[in-house]
C-alpha cells in the first residue's frame, strides 16, 4: 500500500466525488479509478459504494480512512522531526484532558520557542483513554493525564499539581450552600460522571461502593458540554476543580469530604525514541517544575 495511493483515497473521501478528486489531484480520473481498483484488490475489500453524484463508503472504507489520515499524519511528523544539528526543528505532539496543569506545559513551550523558534506544538485534548490510545499509536510524543492512569505501561513523571475532586451543581441547588459533600449527599440525585473507568473505580473507592448505586444518568469526556447540562438542570457533574470557571456562572464547584486528590503526570511510550524537538521539550518541561 503505497503513501501517494492513501492520499488519492482520502481525496476521494473528501470531495465525495471521483471527478472532483482527480482534479483537484491533477490527474485523470480514469487514472484515479485504476488505482482505487487497485487498492480495493489489494486489500480485499470494497472501500465505496459509487452512486450517480457522490460516493459513500463502505465500513471498510471508514475504517481506512481514519487509518490513512493517521498513517499519513505520523508520516509527516516523522519527516518533520529529521532535523539538522544546528537548527532544532520538527513538531511536538502533546494530548491532555482539561486541567488548569495545561499551564506548565504553556510555560514549558513558551520557554522552548524561545530559543527554538522553528519548532512546532500539536495539541490534542481528550480523556486518558483517548489520550493513551493516542500514545500507543505513536500519535502523540507525550500526554498529560490526570491519576488514575496505568503508568506501568509508560515513562512518566509527576507533576507538582493536584487536582481536586467535587461536585458542579447550580448555585441554586440546595446542595450549592454546603461547604463540602459526603458520599450521603449523592446518593440521590441524577450525576454526569467520568466516561473513563478507572477513574469509575477511583470514585466508588472513595464512596466506599459501587457507582451502581448512585443515579449515574450520563457520562462525559469533556466537561464544558457536560457543563451545559448542568445549567439546564439536568443533572450535577462529578469533576474536577477549576476546569469551569464559576466566578461569573450561576454554576457552583464543591468539594469532597473527604478530600479525593488526584496527581497529573507526563507519560510517554517506554520505546519511544524521542525526536530533537520532544526532547528539548521534556528538558523545558523539567526544569520549569524543578523551579517551581
Known amino acids: 500500500m503505497e503513501l501517494r495511493v492513501l492520499n488519492y483515497f ?4 473528501r470531495e465525495k466525488n471521483i471527478t472532483n478528486a482527480a482534479n483537484f489531484l491533477h490527474i485523470t480520473q480514469p487514472a484515479l479509478s485504476k488505482q482505487l481498483k487497485q487498492l480495493e484488490d489489494e486489500l480485499g475489500v470494497i472501500l465505496f459504494q459509487r452512486g450517480n453524484r457522490e460516493i459513500e463508503l463502505t465500513d471498510e472504507g471508514r475504517f481506512l480512512a481514519n487509518r490513512a489520515k493517521e498513517i499519513l499524519d505520523l508520516v509527516e511528523k ?6 539538522s544539528e544546528e537548527v532544532v526543528t520538527g513538531s511536538v505532539a502533546i494530548g491532555g484532558g482539561e486541567t488548569e496543569a495545561m499551564q506548565v506545559v504553556a510555560k514549558a513551550i513558551k520557554k522552548m520557542k524561545r530559543k527554538h523558534p522553528d519548532i512546532k506544538i500539536q495539541l490534542y485534548s481528550g480523556n486518558g483513554d483517548y489520550i493513551s490510545e493516542m500514545l500507543d499509536n505513536g500519535l502523540l510524543d507525550f500526554g498529560l493525564v490526570i491519576d488514575p492512569v496505568e503508568k506501568q505501561r509508560y515513562n512518566y513523571f ?5 487536582n481536586q475532586w467535587g461536585l458542579l451543581v447550580r448555585e441554586d441547588n440546595p446542595l450549592a ?4 459533600l459526603a458520599v450521603d449527599d449523592l446518593r440521590d440525585i441524577p450525576l454526569l460522571i467520568a466516561d473513563q473507568t478507572l477513574v469509575d473505580n477511583r ?3 472513595w464512596a466506599g461502593v459501587s457507582l451502581q448505586n448512585f443515579q449515574v444518568v450520563g457520562t462525559y469526556n469533556l466537561l464544558y458540554n457536560a457543563s451545559l447540562m448542568v445549567k439546564e438542570g439536568l443533572a450535577s457533574a462529578l469533576c474536577i476543580d477549576g476546569i469551569i470557571n464559576t466566578s461569573a456562572s450561576t454554576l457552583v464547584f464543591i468539594p469532597l469530604e473527604p478530600d479525593l486528590i488526584s496527581n497529573l503526570n507526563i507519560i510517554w511510550k517506554k520505546d519511544f525514541l524521542p525526536s530533537k524537538a520532544a526532547s528539548v521539550f521534556l528538558d523545558n518541561l523539567k526544569s520549569i517544575i524543578v523551579s517551581s
Open 10 to 13: 482520502l481525496a476521494v473521501v
Open 78 to 83: 516523522t519527516t518533520l522531526n529529521i532535523s
Open 158 to 162: 509527576k507533576l507538582n499539581e493536584v
Open 177 to 180: 450552600k454546603k461547604q463540602s
Open 203 to 205: 470514585i466508588a473507592e
